[in-house]
């Protein structure tokens, strides 16, 4: 595991593709494999990864979204376990 470096611009690796799911009635990840489904907050994140926002974007954004929320280090801990999980590429 490696540090991330929070101006990276994070982007869905090859293969997958995020979408709303309305059997599942919430945001998925889909691959050839299968199919993950992402929490509201995962979901969050991920809409925001657009290939051009770093992961300070990403953050900027969502404080401004949720002001009282306390959630940099939450936003880099998801962004290294999906790195780590090989559905994130930054």
Not at 9 to 19: M, Y
Not at 25 to 41: A, C, F, I, Q, R
Request: a negative charge.
């Amino acid at each position: 595991m490696s540090t991330l470096s929070t101006d990276a611009v994070p982007a869905l690796a090859n293969g997958f593709r995020f979408q709303w799911e309305p059997a599942q009635n919430s945001h998925v990840l889909l691959y050839p494999e299968g199919m993950k489904v992402l929490s509201e907050s995962a979901s969050e994140i991920t809409s925001l990864c657009d290939g051009e926002r770093s992961i300070d974007d990403i953050i900027a954004a969502l404080i401004k979204k949720f002001p009282d929320a306390d959630l940099r280090q939450d936003v880099i801990d998801f962004f290294q376990s999906a790195v780590d999980e090989g559905w994130m590429n930054v």
